[in-house]
């Protein structure tokens, strides 16, 4: 069974989750406090250029198919992972109705660079082209069904952080008149909420199937 | 199973339509008024205890009856004769500017007379606060009357009725005075009997700019030399007019303006000439308008009407005109009644307004704010039963002033106390030798007077008429119910369905525990529901619709993508791809595509539904409250007119490409078929035409060629409609060809080419035509959209026709309605009544009539929920019925509700399930502070949607049924010859 070899453990997960997470903080560190909202697009670029090595580096060493590909094929994978999750990232948001004026440019930029390291990045590191693997992370049935920790391990983040940001969506069109409320400030806001339950969702279904998994070969 | 859901619906539907008119019943009731007229006790205190209101003195003559109540008010009338001047749609800042600022210079210039007036002090000049909703009839009443009439006037905008409450112009008829009428016909209808001459125009004849004012002009010389009557009203409508067609800039509006300010000039030359100067005119309009010229709704650019008086009261020797002084609309009914000397109208809640008294002296004003308090003081006690003002009196001295705390019955007390004991003392220093002294008393009279009537005023304006509650909570108990039969009815089909279909299908993709696509429907309702509590979401409800429309989209297109991986993975895909090609008729089978073209086309379909949606969503971006954000529709409106009607025409010519390739997938290409798209083409060049002559006449008032193409045009489409209605199951062949050769028998599968055929074509005739049609209605900007919901309809179809097992139909069927409430919002609809497209109501209809200008108003309106439906049509004709296959031999009521009872049922399910919680949501918000501007609109679009969805499941049912049947009679038929 290839799930034998490929296997990571329990802790290699979480210690890749409090790397990446440590990414988010140091960028939320140099921003310093409310940045995002007084100039998301400094706030969001600092995000993406402190979380892009860490999570590149941390899901390519974590890669499946570790004979066949080396590191550095890996990383590979992850740069070019970037740009193309950050135009798919793109392409939902606009079209779920995010501004395309000229002043929203580079902030969306930014932004979908940023989802595509929450969401498409740690894919296209760990899996690459393995078909199945996708249909795995486009599909919720990993909630039902007990596979790999690896899927775990993507998918409730990148779920996660898709979800929160359409939820993180909902607020705009209240007459708050808060500055948060712009574009794309509370998506922001809502993908990493969502990213950081989705980790820990991911840690402790990791942590349920290992107990199965224990289980049944006792 | 069928006749038993149809028996639950139509119970559900009736349950629902009873729950719904109890409701309109209860909430928007008829304003409880004081019955009668003010008579002379409106000139004495108002005694406490029971009111009044039965007793009747007998009427006396004219004359006598002027004299009593001259001599009982103590003060000789100001004027002898009012000449009332509406200029229908005027907002006050075209004269009076915004902000302590004068308006623009343009404007000060096309009025030239009025400013010269203003800027002489001969005229006093109010911002008068026009009360929702801004149209033209409730507004007249509110003038004349002083009161505000219940929320429902709106819809008896459009059918007029005689005022029966007690105002200012039967006040002054019944003092015998001769009373004269030119302009709005509202006016004739609203007093039938009153005017002794009088020339009516109709209001609702909108592109007419020039006809309507010469129409009142024209009568001008000879009325203001005739002596014979005292109040003359003119009623002008041409302002509004220009407004409705080109918006607050219009070319046209400064030399209407222009026109307006020759008439005040010509007036006022004549009323100075007048003996003794006993002539009040006075200048008002109705209500204001939006940037974009419509009006009936509650912004400040609407409610911002005019009041403008001019008459020897007024001058003074300093004045700032441009001070933005505030006033109510309903202010004018004191006022004139109190200036004219006639008792002020029973239920009155205006405030005789100061800058009009100027001529007056001191003891005359208090008399005046004395007889209007005195009146509003009968109208609270009609409000709160136990209101005495000896009371009042009485219990002031025991009182500790602390009015924070009391209740408003108390502060209303107190402050009239106030008002009467220092005009008492006022009354008291009469005789006062020090000047000062005396005016001292008499500004702290005047203050306490005022400050009073204006807390009387806004607490009787505001007050909340009582709704019966227990009415309106069974009016809500029969909506759930019905709720609950649809819901229970769809349960129970779709428990039935899933059972019958575990055993066919036990391995396909449809048997996952839960799909995204039905969570997020499940969830997205639950939201919406939830969204319609804050006044916000109902103002911007457009984000929400165009939200959810997108993510169901999104998700269908993770849902192709997944299963197009899962497809290329071999062992898994032949399953799936085996099923689609037994017996379908679908755009996919018409151009025998493989499987790989297949996945490219499923994806172009999304795509393109989620692009145009975009589109469609940036065409019109604000709702109510962020109107002036930049889109395309204003950035079109700016530029030239050949754009727009460039646009108009490629997005016409795309239609009629659209449906003529969606023809060609027919593979029958009999002559029936060219024929009916050769009545398309004409159609489509008929629009062509009124597309270009209307480009010219825009700025002419009627062009008749115009009317008659677009009449042409709905002869031509409603008899090419029925007749493909009617015709089309008659001319398909009941088997298909290749099926009747390979197996002479009548199996079911064949059988039901031939129904799909003529659905088919009925179906994508009905989307095609409304399309046109409504590229006739709607205003020129909204062109493409309309074609892009027109593609989106199409596009979706071919998607689900593409692959079957993706989606449960009946998650088809909701995409389907999202995509209607998205467009809805698209083309520039919001929840206002101010959205409502007043000028395409006449397109080509020659004399007015109220039901033809409401049913092509209620079609512009909901030009995109209705594509929607009759998309369905041809989405039905698409959708495969899977197990026929399994019946032994031909049963056409199964197929019959295989194919419409989910269509049918959810489009109703969900406008319940939207109906009943909105329902819900006002009553709980029944004391909002936006429950008239908000919440009250927004429920009359929520009724007028479920008109919509009745027409559109109607039409659906009624097209299903009607081919059924007839594909039975010919299969009977056919059986018969051929034994
Ligand atoms: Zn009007
Ligand atoms: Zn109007």
Same mark, same amino acid.
């Given at each position: 069974m290839r799930a034998e070899f490929s296997q990571i453990s329990a802790l290699t997960a979480a210690a890749a989750h409090v790397l990446c997470f440590a990414g988010l903080a140091a960028a939320h560190a140099l921003a310093g406090r409310g940045a995002l909202v007084s100039d998301p697009a400094l706030a969001l670029r600092l995000v993406v250029v402190c979380e892009a090595p860490i999570v590149i580096a941390v899901f390519s060493y974590l890669r499946r198919d570790t004979q066949s590909c080396s590191f550095f094929k890996a990383v590979a994978r992850g740069l070019i992972g970037l740009p193309v999750g950050a135009f798919l990232n793109a392409f939902g948001a606009i079209v779920l109705g995010a501004p395309v004026g000229i002043k929203y440019w580079i902030a969306t930029i930014y932004w979908s660079l940023a989802m595509s390291l929450l969401t498409f990045v740690p894919a296209a590191c760990v899996f690459g082209t393995s078909k199945i693997d996708w249909q795995n992370v486009l599909s919720h049935s990993i909630y039902f069904t007990p596979i790999d920790v690896e899927n775990y391990m993507i998918s409730a983040p990148c779920h996660g952080a898709v979800l929160g940001a359409w939820l993180g969506a909902w607020p705009m069109p209240l007459d708050w008149e808060r500055p948060w409320q712009e574009w794309p400030i509370c998506v922001t806001y809502g993908a990493v909420a969502g990213y950081l339950v989705g980790m820990s969702v991911s840690l402790v279904l990791i942590a349920v199937h290992k107990r199965r998994v224990r289980a049944k070969t006792d | 199973m069928g006749a038993a859901v149809a028996g639950w619906t139509v119970a559900a539907v009736l349950l629902q339509v009873a729950g719904l008119s109890l409701f309109l019943y209860g909430f928007f009731p008829v304003k409880p008024t004081l019955r009668g007229f003010s008579g002379e006790e409106s000139y004495q205190v108002p005694s406490c205890g029971s009111v009044s209101a039965g007793q009747q003195e007998p009427a006396l003559p004219p004359d006598q009856l002027r004299s009593l109540y001259r001599e009982l008010s103590g003060i000789p009338p100001v004027y002898d004769r009012l000449v009332l001047m509406v200029i229908d749609g005027l907002p006050a800042e075209f004269v009076l500017g915004r902000g302590r600022k004068p308006p623009s210079k343009e404007m000060m210039e096309s009025m030239p007379y009025t400013q010269s007036l203003l800027a002489g002090c001969k005229a006093a000049a109010y911002h008068a606060k026009a009360a929702p909703p801004t149209v033209t009839m409730p507004r007249l009443k509110a003038m004349v009357s002083g009161a505000i009439g219940g929320f429902l006037d709106v819809a008896f905008n459009f059918n007029t009725q005689a005022f029966l409450e007690d105002n200012l112009l039967d006040q002054l008829h019944m003092i015998g005075l001769k009373l004269v009428m030119l302009g709005d016909e509202t006016w004739i209808k609203l007093f039938p009997t009153l005017f002794t001459r009088q020339d009516g125009v109709s209001s609702f004849y909108v592109k007419d700019t020039v006809e309507v004012d010469f129409n009142v002009s024209r009568h001008l010389e000879f009325e203001l030399a005739a002596k014979d009557w005292s109040v003359l009203v003119l009623h002008y409508l041409g302002l509004d007019h220009v407004g409705h067609i080109g918006g607050r800039r219009s070319v046209l509006m400064t030399q209407k303006m222009k026109e307006m300010d020759d008439v005040i000039r010509r007036v006022h030359a004549a009323s100075l000439l007048d003996n003794m100067n006993r002539t009040l005119f006075v200048v008002v309009s109705d209500h204001g308008m939006t940037e974009g010229g419509n009006h009936g709704g509650s912004s400040y650019e609407e409610t911002d009407s005019l009041a403008l008086f001019i008459g020897h009261s007024v001058e003074s020797p300093y004045c700032s005109p441009y001070d933005q002084n505030e006033a109510l609309q309903v202010d004018l009914a004191p006022t004139l009644a109190l200036l004219l000397g006639v008792p002020i109208p029973k239920n009155n809640f205006g405030v005789v307004l100061p800058e009009p008294l100027n001529s007056l002296t001191d003891d005359q004003k208090l008399r005046m704010l004395e007889l209007n308090s005195w009146q509003i003081l009968r109208l609270l006690q009609a409000q709160v039963? +136990?209101?005495?003002l000896e009371e009042c009196i009485n219990s002031e001295g025991s009182i500790v002033l602390d009015i924070l705390h009391e209740s408003i019955e108390k502060k209303l007390c107190h402050l009239l106390s106030k008002a009467f004991s220092s005009h008492q003392s006022s009354r008291l220093h009469r005789g006062s030798d020090f000047k000062s002294v005396q005016a001292g008393y008499y500004g702290t009279a005047a203050d306490n007077y005022y400050g009073f009537l204006r807390y009387a005023s806004e607490w009787l304006s505001h007050r909340a008429t009582d709704k019966p509650l227990y009415l309106l909570v069974s009016a809500i108990l029969l909506m759930t119910v019905s709720c609950l039969f649809l819901m229970s009815t769809v349960s129970c089909l779709l428990k039935g369905r899933s059972l019958s279909q575990v055993d066919q299908h036990s391995e396909s993709y449809l048997d996952q525990r839960c799909h995204l696509d039905e969570v997020l429907v499940l969830a997205g309702m639950f939201l919406y529901v939830i969204s319609l509590g804050s006044s916000s979401f109902v103002e911007e409800e457009q984000y929400t619709w165009h939200f959810l429309t997108s993510t169901l989209y999104l998700i269908f297109l993770t849902k192709a993508i997944h299963s197009m991986l899962k497809g290329s993975n071999p062992t898994l895909g032949h399953k799936a791809e085996e099923s689609f090609d037994k017996s379908n008729f679908s755009y996919a089978t018409s151009f025998e595509l493989t499987p790989g073209k297949r996945n490219v086309y499923k994806l172009c379909t999304i795509l393109i539904v989620l692009v145009a949606g975009r589109v469609i969503r940036a065409w019109h971006q604000g709702g109510i409250n962020w109107v002036h954000f930049p889109d395309i529709s204003k950035l079109l409106a700016q530029a030239d007119s050949s754009v727009v009607k460039s646009l108009q025409i490629i997005s016409f010519l795309a239609v009629v490409v659209l449906f003529s390739v969606s023809l060609t !997938? !027919? %593979? +029958? %290409?009999?002559k029936f078929v060219i024929g009916v798209w050769l009545t398309h083409i004409f159609c489509g060049f008929l629009v062509l035409l009124h597309i270009c002559a209307n480009q010219i006449s825009t700025s002419l008032p009627i062009n008749h060629s115009t009317a008659s193409i677009a009449r042409q045009f709905y002869v031509i489409a409603s008899v090419s409609i029925s007749a493909t209605v009617l015709a089309s199951p008659w001319v398909f062949p009941i088997f298909s060809t290749e099926a009747e050769s390979a197996?002479?028998?009548?199996?079911p599968v064949k059988a039901i080419h031939g129904i799909r055929n003529s659905l088919f074509l009925t179906g994508i005739t009905y989307t095609a035509f409304w399309g046109l049609l409504q590229l006739l209605l709607q205003q020129p900007i909204n062109a493409i959209p309309l074609f892009l919901i027109f593609l989106q309809t199409v596009s979706s179809v071919v998607h689900f026709s593409l692959d079957k097992t993706l989606h449960k139909q009946w998650v088809q069927v909701v995409a389907m309605q999202f995509l209607g409430m998205a467009g809805h919002f698209g083309l520039g609809n919001t929840n206002s009544l101010a959205s409502i497209d007043v000028a395409g109501a006449f397109i080509g209809i020659s004399s007015y009539s109220t039901v033809l200008s409401g049913i092509l108003m209620f079609m512009i309106t909901y030009a995109s929920p209705l594509m929607l439906y009759l998309g369905l049509v041809l989405h039905v004709s698409v959708k495969d019925i899977d197990d026929i296959s399994t019946l032994r031999h031909l049963k056409w009521s199964y197929i019959l509700d295989k194919m419409v009872t989910l269509p049918c049922l959810f489009p109703l399910l969900i406008n319940s399930l939207a109906l009943t919680s909105y329902t819900i949501v006002l009553l709980l918000m029944r004391n909002h502070l936006f429950v008239w501007s908000v919440f009250s609109p927004k429920y009359l679009y929520v009724c007028a949607a479920t008109v919509c969805t009745y027409v559109g499941v109607f039409v659906i049912a009624m097209t299903a049924v009607y081919n059924c049947a007839v594909f039975k009679f010919r299969a009977r038929s056919y059986r018969d010859k051929s034994q």
């Open positions: - | 039963p +136990a209101f005495c !997938l !027919l %593979r +029958a %290409r009999s197996s002479s028998g009548s199996s």
